[in-house]
T-cell receptor, first 115, second 115 residues
Framework: AQKITQTQPGMFVQEKEAVTLDCTYDTSDPSYGLFWYKQPSSGEMIFLIYQGSYDQQNATEGRYSLNFQKARKSANLVISASQLGDSAMYFCAITRGTSYGKLTFGQGTILTVHP | SAVISQKPSRDICQRGTSLTIQCQVDSQVTMMFWYRQQPGQSLTLIATANQGSEATYESGFVIDKFPISRPNLTFSTLTVSNMSPEDSSIYLC????????????FGPGTRLLVL
């Protein structure tokens, strides 16, 4: 079974600063993927970034980058140059094998960006 | 990216009644997924809906409580039966991205409150 742990219930960051949201995982699948989603107060789930377990390089998408350390089973999200609109809940999730549809989510981290 | 719509967007229901949630995708997809997000909690996969076959339910979810239909490749329904206040949640449907696009798209969700 897969398990995702997000140990930071809440994080605060100053506008324009960088912030790292932690995510550790456990899985017995030899091949898997890791997702980060943003959920604003409206409730929609917004895809941010994906990292495959066999990808050689860490994933990047604009201001988002993923610090993937496979041996440590961690997949931390780094948000650079934080904006007020980044204030939201952030979820880390892992696939069940290579099925992108079947995700196991962590408990989430609430990020608050201060002006 | 896939565009997913859900109906209703929100509803308030009485205990003991049932509600059917619709999910429409703008492209044909093999599998559709239903998730539940209880208040203040993370997302949990309820079931996978394949066109032309019975839905596959996750541990803790049963067909009698959450019957699912998948009449074609762009549409699915989830029924929450014999509701109780514990069923108050956001229900989201999702689909995998196209081949080569490692992502999963979520619908806007249906906010359900059971009194």
């Amino acid at each position: 079974a897969q398990k995702i742990t997000q140990t930071q219930p809440g994080m605060f960051v100053q506008e324009k600063e960088a912030v790292t949201l932690d995510c550790t995982y456990d899985t017995s699948d030899p091949s898997y993927g890791l997702f980060w989603y943003k959920q604003p107060s409206s409730g929609e789930m917004i895809f941010l970034i994906y990292q495959g377990s066999y990808d050689q390089q860490n994933a990047t998408e604009g201001r988002y980058s993923l610090n993937f350390q496979k041996a440590r089973k961690s997949a931390n999200l780094v948000i650079s140059a934080s904006q007020l609109g980044d204030s939201a809940m952030y979820f880390c999730a892992i696939t069940r094998g290579t099925s992108y549809g079947k995700l196991t989510f962590g408990q989430g981290t609430i990020l608050t960006v201060h002006p | 990216s896939a565009v997913i719509s859900q109906k209703p967007s929100r509803d308030i229901c009485q205990r003991g009644t049932s509600l059917t949630i619709q999910c429409q995708v703008d492209s044909q997809v093999t599998m559709m997924f239903w998730y539940r997000q209880q208040p203040g909690q993370s997302l949990t996969l309820i079931a996978t809906a394949n066109q032309g076959s019975e839905a596959t339910y996750e541990s803790g979810f049963v067909i009698d409580k959450f019957p699912i239909s998948r009449p074609n490749l762009t549409f699915s329904t989830l029924t929450v039966s014999n509701m109780s206040p514990e069923d108050s949640s956001i229900y989201l449907c999702s689909v995998e991205g196209p081949k080569g696009k490692e992502t999963q798209y979520f619908g806007p969700g249906t906010r359900l409150l059971v009194l």
